[in-house]
């Protein structure tokens, strides 16, 4: 069945690197995305990587992809205070019309002053 | 940018009314989701649709409908609310040329509480 796990909470201080770690079950997943949501907002599109890329670096953050172990995270560089928020990673599960995006339980980022 | 536009930040009703969540898309994506997000349960799909006039369940649609009568425009409708249909409601839309790949862009959500 189709499942994304991630763990529930990291705690980091500011300046640091945070990596957020995520697994999920659909070999056949074509992209795999990561959301951002902040306390009382909806969920915002943070990056996406095609399952035939590796790694993709946008400014902060950086996706990698190890297919072989179905392992993604997202490691965001100098995290800073306004990086606190839930992040969710999620998979395509199944394809074209019968495809559905399947959502991990999401990571908490506290980042300390 | 794309801008998914959910009618209320917070809306409060009473068990058994009929209540209506109303969600806009102004990208002309063909893909529309509604989903409720609980905590220790994450998001979880109540319904989409990949074109107007077109539905299908997600994996908890009881005690829910929906009408897509116009592409940019798509209705959650708790035909008679309950308390355990409180909850955060969060509204998505993806372009849908391709199915279901593409990226889903979301609402800032309705945090409903019915009392």
């Known amino acids: 069945g189709e499942d994304v796990e991630q763990s529930l909470f990291l705690s980091v201080r500011e300046g640091d690197s945070s990596v957020i770690n995520c697994t999920y079950t659909?070999?056949?997943?074509?992209?795999l995305y990561w959301y951002k949501q902040e306390p009382g907002a909806g969920l915002q599109l943070l990056t996406y990587?095609?399952?035939?890329?590796d790694m993709k670096q946008d400014q902060r953050l950086t996706v990698l992809l190890n297919k072989k172990d179905k392992h993604l995270s997202l490691r965001i560089a100098d995290t800073q205070t306004g990086d606190s928020a839930i992040y969710f990673c999620a998979e395509i599960f199944g394809s074209g019309n019968t495809g559905k995006l399947i959502f991990g339980q999401g990571t908490t980022l506290q980042v300390k002053p | 940018d794309v801008k998914v536009t959910q009618s209320s930040r917070y809306l409060v009703k009473r068990t058994g009314e009929k209540v209506f969540l109303e969600c806009v898309q102004d990208m002309d994506h063909e893909n529309m989701f509604w989903y409720r997000q609980d905590p220790g349960l994450g998001l979880r799909l109540i319904y989409f649709?990949?074109?107007?006039?077109?539905?299908e369940k997600g994996d908890i649609p009881e005690g829910y409908s929906v009408s897509r009568e116009k592409k940019e425009r798509f209705s959650l409708i708790l035909e008679s609310a309950s308390t355990n249909q409180t909850s955060m409601y969060l509204c998505?839309?993806?372009?849908?040329?391709?199915?279901?790949?593409?990226?889903?862009?979301f609402g800032d959500g309705t945090r409903l509480s019915i009392l």
């Open positions: 998505a839309s993806s372009f849908g040329a391709q199915g279901f790949n593409q990226p889903q862009h």
């Open positions: 649709s990949y074109d107007v006039k077109m539905k």
């Open positions: 990587i095609f399952s035939n890329m």
């Open positions: 659909d070999s056949s997943s074509t992209y």
